[in-house]
């Protein structure tokens, strides 16, 4: 009898201890099971076309991009970086989804600007008549809304297919301008208008085929809110460079799509 109340508190001690243990071997459970294994596809938006330097192939991959950025800070288990200025669609097919495998937890991905002549419209707005420019918007608007979502479908059940454990994350384009005033060199307000309003009908498009396709859209729109080109602190090139103009620079990949990436994560 009186070894009792001794008895009772070794008793506590070990439940104690073996509450603990089992707490720390859950923890590394579920520290294992949280190992993210990324891989980054798409276009000039996700390689970082704009934010330099790059590397050595012909996809001007830069680390100042967004998602080596977010690889960076979020220490991840393994980072594979396909993605690449240029792509369209069926690149992404073709020569990116290899990448992907059972073991792949999160995919994102920047695409269908360039299917939907990106920089044949930009080309034609900034050098070329208001009617030119327009015809180019009006065509690039009908084929997002009629032809783009197909290939987007497509793509998406190829990333599926490859990587059926993985999150996709779909990134959008950001608006390009801002609408004021500009200088006598700029385009004028009526193309960067009706180029802001071409990007508003891609990223509906976009965000409508991610979600048919059950991935989370991230919206880069507002993050660029008036950081456009003709901006007083621009994240967007203008024609400085003819490969990255209209392309986001440094800033841009840091401070506008790794935000938005960060929001889609959480």
Same mark, same amino acid.
């Given at each position: 009898m009186p070894h009792r109340p001794l008895a009772r508190?070794? +008793?506590?001690?070990?439940a104690?201890? $073996?509450?603990?243990?089992?707490?720390?071997?859950?923890? *590394? $459970?579920?520290q294992a099971a949280a190992a993210v294994n990324y891989v980054a596809l798409g276009d000039s938006y996700s390689s970082g076309v704009g934010a330099g330097p790059y590397d050595l192939s012909t996809c001007l991959r830069s680390q100042k991009s967004y998602a080596p950025l977010w690889a960076a800070a979020?220490?991840? $288990?393994?980072?594979?970086? @396909? +993605?690449?200025?240029?792509?369209v669609t069926t690149d992404v097919i073709n020569n990116q989804v290899g990448s992907l495998s059972t073991s792949t937890t999160l995919v994102t991905i920047t695409i269908g600007g360039n299917d939907a002549g990106f920089a044949d419209v930009i080309t034609s707005c900034r050098f070329g008549s208001t009617s030119n420019c327009t015809n180019a918007v009006n065509e690039a608007k009908a084929f997002a809304a009629t032809t783009l979502p197909g290939?987007? #479908?497509? $793509?998406y059940a190829a990333v599926r297919n490859r990587a059926p454990n993985a999150r996709l994350i779909v990134l959008g384009y950001p608006?390009?301008?801002?609408? *004021?005033s500009c200088g006598l060199l700029a385009m004028s307000s009526y193309k960067r208008t009706?180029?802001?309003? +071409?990007? #508003?009908?891609l990223a509906t498009v976009i965000s409508g085929r991610a979600a048919a396709a059950g991935a989370t859209f991230a919206d880069t729109r507002p993050y660029f809110a008036g950081h456009g080109v003709c901006a007083a602190d621009p994240w967007i090139r203008d024609v400085s460079g003819v490969i990255e103009a209209y392309h986001p620079d440094a800033d841009g990949y840091r401070h506008g799509y790794l @935000?938005?990436?960060n929001a889609a994560t959480r």
């Open positions: 508190a070794l +008793a506590a001690l070990v104690l201890f $073996t509450a603990a243990l089992g707490a720390v071997l859950a923890s *590394g $459970t579920a979020n220490a991840v $288990t393994s980072f594979k970086f @396909p +993605a690449c200025g240029g792509a290939r987007l #479908d497509a $793509t608006r390009l301008f801002e609408t *004021g009706i180029l802001n309003e +071409a990007a #508003d009908v @935000p938005a990436l």
